[in-house]
């Protein structure tokens, strides 16, 4: 591995060069026109302009990704923790024109993209799944949602598109709706119809396996906070859920992507409720932004484990202690409205200050124009401490270093939730945000 594409953007693609740069290896990196100064783009050996504006005809076209890397002389590609990082038929195109793709492989992902064959192999070892059906082509789902209590999730097979329904008239639109957002995302327009779980959080399970071996669970992150599905933060380490409970989940994490036949960086998704009951959602197969938090929580490199594998080198992490003995909070500061948690009106990005006291990972660059189109995460702010209480003081702290101008951010919602009393407690739900986005 001598040169590198990497096909992502923002504060992962800057880890990414440094990390390739320690093991001498170069960087290539892709960029689109609101974009051309960030400074990812100066970082690299090389970058590629992809020719467009939109993030639909620049980091979501694979055969530009693919030209790319022929034209700047790689011969592998990283896929970054979006866009075609989950693509089975990007990985498939890429490796037709002779290019390599880190990550799992085309036949590992579109086993984790049938939903139904995971929902399959879950039950086989004893993992709880949540009731769903699919809805076949050129129909609304109303049959198939005959007889399921509301709410609804709509969602898509291959994942990444998810709409919540309320009424059952809502229906028909919303299987429209993900069809159509599941096309242009995944390339395929497959949904199915799941039941909603009343009041859970969501968490994530981040497994290393090294294919054919045994699989390492390290620990549970809860992303719960969150707008429309983007988390805004994520906590990491022991407090987050009951001892057994966080025991039980490990093992069936490791026992999934051990029975799918997995190899690399994964994380199995879950949906937990107060009483401890939980559920699969899903398994990811690509790096999360949630990465750096588990990295500083368990001490350990998840970029260099995908680099290794990619290189064919050991892991050697027979033995390895996955216990956290440590509590994280990751915060997100992103580029959107802190009205609705959603729209992102445009602004230059005047002013930055971050603290001093945390692991930052910086994705935009001061004197930038921010939109619609350009990366939302302005940055990645790691705090870790002994216990999650003294972590969340941590936190608190951190957020009253932050200074940013010329752009408006959810930094202010993120102070309202991490200084409310039931977050505090960890009373909260997938809903926590609502109660604070800001009024007019």
Known sequence: MQRVLLAGRGEL????????????????????????????????????????????ETYLDGQKIVSAAHDSGAATIHPGYCFLAERADFVAQANGANLRVIGLDREELERIADRFLVRQVAAAIGVPTIPAIAVPEGEDGLEQAAGMDLPLYVKAVAGGVILRVDHYDELPMAVREVRRRARWLTGTDDVYISAGLANVRQLGTTVVREPGDRAYALGHSDKSVQVRFRSWMEECGNEVVAPEVGKRMAEGARKLVEALDLGGVVRVRWAVDKGGGYWLLGVSGRLTTGYSLVEEVFGV??????????????????????????????LRLLHVDPRDGVSRPDG???????????????????????????????????????????????????????????????LEVLKRVVAAPQFWKGAYDVHVVDDFLVDD
């Open 301 to 330: 490199d998840l970029i260099d484990v995908q680099l290794r594998l990619a290189e064919g080198e050991p892991l050697a992490w027979e033995g390895a202690d996955t216990t956290a003995t440590r509590h994280g909070v990751q």
């Open 13 to 56: 693609t800057r880890r990414l060069i440094r990390s390739l740069r320690e093991r001498g290896v170069e960087s290539v990196v892709v960029f689109s026109e609101p974009e051309v100064e960030q400074p990812w783009v100066d970082e690299a050996d090389y970058a590629v302009y992809l020719n467009g504006s939109t993030v639909e």
């Open 348 to 410: 230059v990005l005047e002013r930055l200050e971050l603290p001093d006291m945390a692991k930052v990972e910086v994705g935009v660059a001061v004197g930038q124009l921010c939109t619609a189109e350009t990366e939302p995460l302005i940055a990645s702010i790691v705090v870790t401490a002994p216990t999650r209480q003294s972590a969340l003081v941590k936190a608190r702290a951190a957020l009253e270093d932050v200074v940013v101008e010329g752009l408006v951010t959810n």
